[in-house]
């Protein structure tokens, strides 16, 4: 992501057996332009050597707070206030204890406590030790603060436990990192527009057309844009999710609906098309529940209705990706989703050139990813097909912000 090329963070290495995936981490932000400069503590030079460190961050490695060199320039106070986010990775029971109730005694507990940018905090440690009373009293405590957490997960464990203790993986983390980096104003002054869930197409008063998703992912975008400083409206079909804080709401339930509340909306700088629209709808909903014949009085069924099945004929709903991207009003940035079962980039691919949006987001719906907590996509632009990790949908909704954001300055 080379729009945040200019960013930088402090990573702290606190000791574990986690403390290896802090080399992959490292290696992963230098892959999207962001700098990383790390303080290693001495119970996690057990785990990792300074070399290994040092050669993947391209600087020197800090741990020693009575370092005369360092600290004869202020060198905790220089590193707590030089990177743009402090990144504690593997987090401790001790190093979350230390923030938590302000000790320092150490180069890596002194520079949390003097920094004055956002902390985001990886814990790692044994399940039992993490349900802890004193250890759920802190994290409560930090997260009071303003500590940022990512993880930990459910695992195995080096002792051979297994529950929630395990770090999150690197490109979790760097996915929460790019959030953390996102949400200080990048696109501030660019309008939004977001669509999200289903859309309903009524047969009669009682019966609809319509498909699973959950919302999970528009709303989880469109909060990340606001996050990230975008006016926001989101323009949702019916689903069961809280509103984003920040967001302008539109409630809709048919599709014809939701492109007139799209086109009220207009116009926008970036419009992103999460919503699973429905392809038809009856061609006429009856006024009154459709009943079975079977159901029918007698007298009231003639014998051409005996044994029939009704039928329902069905037209085509509008398009309204590729109304809004061939609008006199079109937004600068207009994307699209595409959830397959079959040939997912294959049809991404041929669907943005089809609706004439700037980007497809592809992915495969052939699993639990309706309603779920996580998605994997494919972003396919002008440049070509980015596979995205898998990932939770409000970090495919952070990714995508800061991705907008990096689009919409190159194109200023």
Same mark, same amino acid.
């Given at each position: 992501?080379?729009?945040?090329?200019?960013?930088?963070?402090?990573?702290?290495?606190?000791?574990?057996?986690?403390?290896?995936?802090?080399?992959?981490?490292?290696?992963?932000?230098?892959?999207?332009?962001?700098?990383?400069?790390?303080?290693?503590?001495?119970?996690?030079?057990?785990?990792?050597?300074?070399?290994? !460190? /040092?050669?993947?961050?391209?600087?020197?490695?800090?741990?020693?707070?009575?370092?005369?060199?360092?600290?004869?320039?202020?060198?905790?106070?220089?590193? /707590?206030?030089?990177?743009?986010?402090?990144?504690?990775?593997?987090?401790?029971?001790?190093?979350?204890?230390?923030?938590?109730?302000?000790?320092?005694?150490?180069?890596?507990?002194?520079?949390?406590?003097?920094?004055? @940018?956002?902390?985001?905090?990886?814990?790692?440690?044994?399940?039992?030790?993490?349900?802890?009373?004193?250890?759920?009293?802190?994290?409560?405590?930090?997260?009071?603060?303003?500590?940022?957490?990512?993880?930990?997960?459910?695992?195995?464990?080096?002792?051979?436990?297994?529950?929630?203790?395990?770090?999150?993986?690197? !490109?979790?983390?760097?996915?929460?990192?790019?959030?953390?980096?996102?949400?200080?104003?990048?696109?501030?002054?660019?309008?939004?527009?977001?669509?999200?869930?289903?859309?309903?197409?009524?047969?009669?008063?009682?019966?609809?057309?319509?498909?699973? /998703?959950?919302g999970k992912q528009g709303y989880a975008i469109a909060e990340a844009l606001a996050r990230a400083g975008a006016d926001t409206t989101l323009v949702s079909g019916p689903v069961s999710l809280t509103p984003p804080q920040g967001v302008k709401l539109m409630r809709v339930t048919t599709?014809?609906?939701?492109?007139?509340?799209?086109?009220?909306?207009?116009?926008?700088?970036? !419009?992103?098309?999460?919503?699973?629209?429905?392809?038809?709808?009856?061609?006429?909903?009856?006024? /009154?529940?459709? @009943?079975?014949?079977?159901?029918?009085?007698?007298?009231?069924?003639?014998?051409?209705?005996?044994?029939?099945?009704?039928?329902?004929?069905?037209?085509?709903?509008?398009?309204?990706?590729?109304?809004?991207?061939?609008?006199?009003?079109?937004?600068?940035?207009?994307?699209?989703?595409?959830?397959?079962?079959?040939?997912?980039?294959?049809?991404?691919?041929?669907?943005?050139?089809? @609706?004439?949006?700037?980007?497809?987001?592809?992915?495969?719906?052939?699993?639990?990813?309706?309603?779920?907590?996580?998605?994997?996509?494919?972003?396919?632009?002008?440049?070509?097909?980015?596979?995205?990790?898998?990932?939770?949908?409000?970090?495919?909704?952070?990714?995508?912000?800061?991705?907008?954001?990096? @689009?919409?300055?190159?194109?200023?």
């Open positions: 992501m080379r729009g945040l090329s200019v960013r930088s963070i402090l990573l702290i290495v606190g000791g574990g057996i986690a403390a290896y995936k802090s080399l992959e981490l490292v290696r992963r932000l230098a892959e999207r332009g962001i700098r990383t400069r790390a303080i290693l503590t001495s119970a996690g030079a057990e785990f990792v050597t300074p070399l290994s !460190l /040092s050669a993947l961050t391209g600087d020197k490695i800090y741990s020693d707070l009575f370092s005369l060199t360092d600290e004869a320039e202020m060198g905790h106070i220089q590193l /707590s206030r030089s990177a743009d986010l402090v990144v504690v990775a593997p987090a401790t029971a001790d190093l979350m204890a230390k923030l938590a109730n302000g000790l320092a005694n150490d180069l890596a507990s002194t520079t949390l406590l003097a920094t004055d @940018k956002k902390v985001l905090m990886a814990p790692a440690m044994n399940v039992r030790m993490w349900e802890s009373a004193p250890v759920k009293r802190n994290r409560a405590q930090l997260e009071k603060d303003g500590v940022l957490f990512v993880g930990p997960n459910d695992g195995e464990m080096a002792c051979g436990e297994f529950g929630p203790g395990r770090m999150a993986e690197p !490109l979790e983390i760097v996915a929460a990192i790019e959030k953390a980096l996102a949400v200080d104003g990048a696109l501030k002054g660019v309008r939004a527009l977001v669509t999200a869930g289903p859309t309903r197409e009524p047969v009669d008063p009682v019966r609809f057309l319509a498909n699973h /998703s959950s599709a014809r609906e939701m492109l007139a509340a799209c086109e009220a909306a207009l116009p926008a700088d970036v !419009l992103v098309m999460a919503a699973a629209v429905a392809d038809w709808r009856p061609d006429i909903a009856a006024n /009154s529940k459709i @009943k079975k014949s079977a159901d029918r009085p007698q007298d009231a069924r003639s014998a051409a209705e005996e044994n029939r099945v009704p039928l329902i004929k069905l037209v085509e709903n509008p398009d309204i990706l590729a109304t809004l991207a061939a609008h006199a009003a079109r937004p600068r940035l207009v994307i699209g989703f595409a959830a397959e079962t079959d040939d997912v980039v294959a049809n991404a691919v041929a669907k943005r050139g089809r @609706k004439g949006a700037d980007w497809i987001i592809a992915n495969d719906v052939s699993g639990d990813v309706f309603g779920g907590a996580r998605n994997q996509v494919h972003l396919v632009s002008e440049s070509g097909v980015e596979d995205w990790p898998d990932m939770t949908k409000s970090e495919v909704g952070a990714r995508l912000a800061a991705r907008i954001a990096e @689009k919409l300055k190159g194109a200023a």
